[in-house]
């Protein structure tokens, strides 16, 4: 199948989770996957592409890596891309296997749990964030944006190519924390202010919808609600500026 035909499908999240595999677009995107170990089917690459002066470099790595490339015009290429003004390269590659299994047990475990969070940028930028401020790994729930949807890979910067990105239910979270000493943590106004000094060695941080906050599937679970003392002429923060400032205070 053309490299062109398999971009444009997966643009749906049925196409990326039947075939398990997803599309790293921009010069920056793709530079960033070509140097990390995941596997890549091949390369798209438009006629604007040969204009930017990175191109040769990119170049390079691809032959480099004998990757497969598939050059198209420019109107071919807009129609695989997911940007306004495309740069003129995408990369296809496969889903990384993550599982919690492969959670390692340091001696310091934070796990970002994100609960109906639906805003791609707002997912991309958590993900770098939980990478920088060394998050074990990031677990997304039913409900929350693919996290290999076009846009939220692109926020990511590269991140979702190093930093464990999960996909799973509640039912696969309790079987873990069977087995392990694991608290768990909510983030909601209502909670209380948190503090770095009473945080657990193991901990799963749940980050919620950015309207309707937390589900009551995770209500249900949480030991302890956790807040961050702002101004009261402030409501609430954006869900990213928020979990950057926990993960900073719980970094291990």
């Known amino acids: 199948m053309k490299l062109l035909t398999v971009a444009r499908d997966l643009g749906r999240r049925k196409a990326r989770e039947r075939q398990q595999l997803f599309v790293a677009e921009g010069v920056r995107t793709v530079d960033e996957l070509l140097r990390s170990t995941l596997s890549i089917r091949g390369v798209l690459i438009g006629s604007q592409f040969d204009e930017n002066p990175r191109a040769a470099g990119l170049n390079a790595m691809i032959a480099e890596r004998s990757i497969a490339v598939e050059r198209v ?5 807009a129609s695989a891309a997911q940007t306004d003004s495309p740069q003129g390269i995408l990369a296809i590659a496969e889903v990384p296997s993550w599982s919690l299994s492969q959670v390692e047990l340091q001696s310091k475990v934070r796990l970002l749990v994100l609960d109906g969070v639906q805003d791609p940028g707002n997912v991309g930028t958590i993900i770098r964030t939980a990478e920088a401020l060394g998050a074990t790994a990031t677990y997304a729930l039913p409900g929350t944006v693919d996290l290999w949807n076009p846009k939220v890979v692109r926020s990511g910067m590269g991140s979702h190519f190093r930093h464990p990105c999960i996909v799973g239910t509640w039912d696969e979270l309790d079987s873990f924390r069977a087995s392990h000493a694991v608290a768990v943590w909510g983030a909601d106004a209502a909670g209380t202010a948190l503090t770095k000094s009473d945080a657990p060695d193991c901990l799963f941080l749940v980050v919620g919808n950015e309207g309707a906050g937390l ?10 609600l956790v807040a961050l003392p702002i101004s009261s002429a402030v409501e609430s923060l954006n869900v990213a500026v928020a979990t950057g400032i926990l993960l900073y205070e719980l970094r291990a």
Not at 215 to 224: F, G, I, L, M, T
């Open 73 to 77: 015009d420019f109107r071919e290429f």
């Open 215 to 224: 589900s009551a599937e995770s209500r249900a679970r949480v030991d302890r």
